[in-house]
């Protein structure tokens, strides 16, 4: 074996045991906000990634960080702080490098022409590739979509499962951002869900298109890391920062 095959060993097992330690340490963190209802207090002490993994199943959609962050707190009485979704996707990447084989991984979204993450958008590696490409329209289509599915969190919720006031209101600011008529107090969510979809209907066609052009293109170029985290960015020689670096002007 040589020193070089010794070194690749070692540090497949250095990140196999980070992936490892990061794994036990969110199982361990404790919940910043402690829920009042027994089903609550079960859901935030489970780790984020699986939560976030069920409401992405949930919404069938990418899903944007804040509103992921938004809806947990009413939902379970979690308080996500913004930096730990940071974490979760470099935790994420670690488990996928250590090769140690997930049934399903949370990814990011691509960019449609060069395939680089977009991580503030998250999905599911069990999806179709087009489903997290990010066109040129797909902003606002996911932005719909999500709307939609918050909407339709607020319906469904029950009293004691969730905070319904909290829920009413986020639902209720989604649907004033895309468009609906909303007065204080009055929560029309059939009629919110309804006028959302006519606006998807106009942009979602030729969205869906470009998104499957693109999918089918990035799937021909990039490799499976890249297609789930993204393209890594390339690197960049800073003045000074090789010894044989001169100025142009000298």
């Keep these: 074996m040589t020193e070089l095959d010794r070194l690749r060993q070692e540090e497949e097992a ?10 036990r340490r ?8 402690k829920p009042s209802g027994d089903k609550s ?10 939560i976030v993994l069920d409401l992405l199943a949930d919404a069938k959609t990418p899903l944007n960080s804040l509103l992921i962050a938004s809806v947990l707190g009413p939902l379970i009485g979690r308080t996500v702080p913004s ?7 470099m935790d994420e990447q670690a488990s996928f490098d250590s090769k140690r084989q997930r049934p399903v991984y949370l990814c990011h979204c691509l960019t449609h022409d060069q395939g680089q993450a977009m991580k503030r958008f998250w999905g599911r590696s069990d999806w179709p590739l087009q489903e997290r490409i990010i066109g040129p329209m797909s902003g ?8 939609i ?12 499962s969730a905070d319904t006031a909290r829920l009413n209101y986020i639902a209720a600011d989604q649907a004033r951002d895309a468009g609906q008529p909303v007065r204080h107090g009055e929560f029309h969510f059939d009629a919110w869900i309804a006028g959302i979809e006519q606006l998807l209907g106009k942009i979602l066609p030729e969205d869906e298109a470009l998104r499957h052009d693109a999918a089918v293109m990035l ?9 789930l985290f993204g393209v890594r960015p390339p690197f960049v020689s800073l003045p000074g920062s090789r010894s044989g670096w001169r100025s142009a002007s000298e």
């Design 14 to 23: 250095l990140a196999r045991k980070l992936s490892e330690v990061r794994e």
């Design 26 to 33: 969110v199982r361990l963190e404790q919940p910043v906000t």
């Design 41 to 50: 207090r079960g859901e935030n002490s489970r780790p984020l990634r699986d």
């Design 83 to 89: 930096t730990r979704f940071g974490t979760l996707s």
């Design 140 to 147: 606002r289509v996911l932005f719909l979509r999500g709307a």
């Design 149 to 160: 599915w918050t909407i339709e969190l607020a319906r469904k919720a029950h009293q004691g």
């Design 219 to 227: 799937d021909a170029h990039l490799n499976e890391r890249e297609l």
